[in-house]
Structures are given as C-alpha cells and as structure tokens.
C-alpha cells in the first residue's frame, strides 16, 4: 500500500456486452457469435488498465521490462492478432501470476518473473496469455466476468449485492486480478503457448515443466497458491499435454530450440521477493506500515492481501472482511460527508472518539440500493443487505478508512472484531519495523559439486528454506548440482 496511489477510486467495471454477430475467429477459423468487437476489446484493455496499475502497481526494472516488450512484440508479431496495440507489464506483486487483458495488454508478476528458470518458461506463459488474447477468449464467455474484482473487497464497499455471492472469494482471492476461462480456453491457449514460444526459437517443453513449480507453489505450506492456477486444467495433466505439444511442434518443424538458462538467471538477479515491506507487510498478528508509520492488528486466522493501494482481510467462514484505504478530506467531517455521499450510505449511527490519541469518526451504516430508473422502490432486507462499519482516522496530516464489512445478519457478532481491529490503530514506532529491508532473489554460482541441499547451505541458506528455494529454482532437495552452475537464493 503506497502512499501515493491511495487516492485511486475503487469498483467493479462493468462491462454490458451486446451480440454484435457472428465473426470468424482468427485462431479457429471458425464462425462463431461475437460478443465484443476488436474496437470494443481494445477499449477495455485502455479502461481497465489504471485500475490494474493502482491496484497492484508497477515494478519498475529497466532491464527486465525491456526484454518483456522484446519477447513481447516478437511473439506478438507472429501471432494470429499482430495488428492488436500489445503492452506488457511487470506488476509489483510477490504473488505468482500471469494475466491478460483483451484489447493486447499482458501482465506478469515480479513473483512469476522470480520463479521461472530460463528464457523458455518465460516464453511459453507468454504465449499462453497472447493465446488469450488472439483467441477471444474474454468475448467469448458466456458470463459477463471479463474482470472479477480488481479491489474485491473495495468493489463490495460500492456493490453490496455481491457480498453474499462472494465472500468465498473474497476470502480467497483477495484482491487480485483473474480472468475466468473455460478448461478448453486454457487447453487453447497451452496450445498457442507451445506455438508461439516455438516459433520465436524457444523450447517448450520448458513451459511444459514450469507447471511443476507451479504444483509445488500450489502444495508449500505458507504459500500463496498461484492465481495462474486458479481455473486452469489439473497442472499435472498440463505437463503431459504440453509435452506431448512440445514434440509434436518440434518434429514437424526441426530446429536448434532454445531455453537460455544462465541469461535468464542474471536478468532476474535482484528481483525482490515475497511482499514490499516499504508498502506494508503482516508479522505476528500485526500489520505494519513502516513509509506511513502506522500498525493495527489482523484478527487470528484471517486472511490478508496488500496492495499498493489498500490493505484488505477476510475471516476463513467468508462472513466478514476489513479494508484500508486512504479517504477522501481534509478533515474527519469533510471525508464522512464525502464517503456518505459517494457510497449512498444511509448512515445508522455515527460519534466522534479518539484513537489512541488519534481523532476518529465511527460511522455504522448500510449502502442505499440502486434504483433502477422508472422502476419502483425496492425495500431491502436488513438481514442481507452489507452493512458497513467505519472507523475514519486522522493520522499524520490524512485520515483514514477502516472499514469493516458484513451481512446485517453477521454484524453483530462481526462488529467487536471490527472495533478491536480500529481500537488498536496506533503509530509504529519500532526500528525493526520501520528499517526492514525486502528480500531479493541473488544469483550466485555452485561453490561445489554436491547435492541441491548441500549447495545452497554452502551458499548460507537456512535448512528451514531449502524446500522454499528448491521450488525457487525448480529442483529437488538431492538433485544433483555441478560446481560453477548458477542458482537462486534469498537475501537482504
């Protein structure tokens, strides 16, 4: 969470697709109907951007990013689609994902940059997002889901109908960006993957191994599951269908296919690893802010998702979440008129307190149903409409929103977590916290013959991180490492 993308609005984008006929798909060939058109698919890739950017941020690397936009456009070019406008964006997320909006725009996470160990892996997910695009997948689904919720939790702050539908995934996903395909839009594009990525020399087989990291990820205790997974076919069956594509490709089209192992390693050498703390990071119960000085605890057993512009949590059993965000004001008065307003709030109670020395607004409230025009008024049922319970914080020269968020029916017994959660909103004052450096992934060369293992506790690793940088590097505890081969470890 920066301080500097606070400001950005949250909510869904919603998009109204009209049939617009029938259109050969320039993948298949086929004629099928067509829910969006090329202008129209364009247009959401431009309006749907700036709330990625806000949302997660960007990772700012020259280097990487250039050889992004290389890989980007060459694939691009040979694809099905090369008159698209294609972008390519690294966003600042530890989280391992890959995702593709339609109208040409592509993102990869630091983290999936991080865990990929050669240029082919890079390649072969890239074309599965191009293969995406090309393919339409997005305007054709059935279901008008081309962006579940960018700021989830945000988003049900301004759309409280969806808050019983998903609290699983706000539980869940917690944030993040994730197209739903169909199993056979994935199929599709591992197919385009394997295409691509060979005809801009690389080796997919390599794409075809990645999914064991990606298993690996999946089954680490402590570890986000990779949202690259999320609705993708089992990862196991994957590697053995890619596989299967790799040499079909191959042996219709022989070639010297590469997979630049060593070149890719030292591009990535630095990258950061795991959470930012500059922008906040969850330890022992805690979450601290150490650029805005700030703490406040995270209720036992919730779960949490930080990102550049706002921190959110969700209990496991889905009925109740919290979001921090940064209000709009100057003063406590001006960013409650200003939140009533912009939320249709229909504000229940409401007192001014202090927090730990900190003036604060406590607002409770349940959000006004849309009216559609020209339709009657529709009462709502307070058991489950959201309702909204708001701390707002005057900090160091901001104020801030803390919102806590259920079902009437829920409340209740959500409310004293909420009020325990903003009772302990208090200024960081610990050195630890506030000098913490992020760990970055460093490339460093095998000292020695030896196993995994023994390699990288020669290199200074922990024993408690083998596991976690064996999946870093795509190799098992005893595998076998040849003295002077690079290999990735974590540190400050």
Known sequence: MNKFMFTCRFGFLIFLLAVSGCARNPVTGKREISLMSTEQEIALGKESHPSVVATMGLYENKTLQAFMNEKGKAMAKISHRPDLPYQFYIVDSPIVNAFAVPGGYVYFTRGILAHFNNEAEFAGVLGHEIGHITARHAARSQKSQLLSTIALIGGAVLAPQVVGQNMEALQQGLGL?????????????????????????????????????????????????????????????????????????????????????????????????????????????????PELRFQFPVPSGWQSQNSPSQFQMAAKDGKSAMILMLAKGNSLDEA????????SLNVLENSKTTINGNPAYVLISRQQQQQQ???????????????????????????????????????????????????N?????????????PERVFVKTAPRDGSFRDVVTALGAPTSRVEELGVLNGLKADDRVTRGSLVKIIGR
């Open 336 to 343: 409650a008129q200003n939140l009533v307003k912009e939320l």
């Open 425 to 437: 909103f208090r200024s960081l004052t610990d050195s630890d916290k506030l000098n913490r450096k």
């Open 177 to 289: 960006l994730s197209l739903k395909y169909s199993r056979d839009h994935e199929s599709e594009s591992d197919k385009l993957g394997v295409e691509y990525s060979s005809k801009i020399g690389y080796d997919a087989n390599q794409m075809a191994d990645f999914f064991n990291t990606l298993k690996r990820i999946s089954e680490s205790s402590g570890q986000a599951v990779p949202q690259f997974m999320s609705t993708h076919p089992d990862p196991g069956n994957r590697y053995t269908r890619v596989h299967e594509l790799a040499k079909e490709y191959q042996a219709k089209n022989p070639a010297n296919y590469q997979v630049d192992r060593d070149r890719y390693l030292r591009l990535i050498d630095g990258i950061m690893y795991g959470e930012d703390p500059k922008q906040g990071f969850v330890e022992n119960g805690q979450f601290y802010h």
């Open 373 to 423: 025009q020209g339709q009657p008024q529709q009462q709502q049922d307070p058991k489950t409409a959201l309702q909204i319970g708001t701390w707002l914080i005057q900090y160091n020269n901001a104020v801030y929103a803390l919102h806590g968020l259920s079902s009437g029916a829920d409340f209740s017994n959500s409310f004293g977590t909420f009020k325990q959660v903003a009772g």
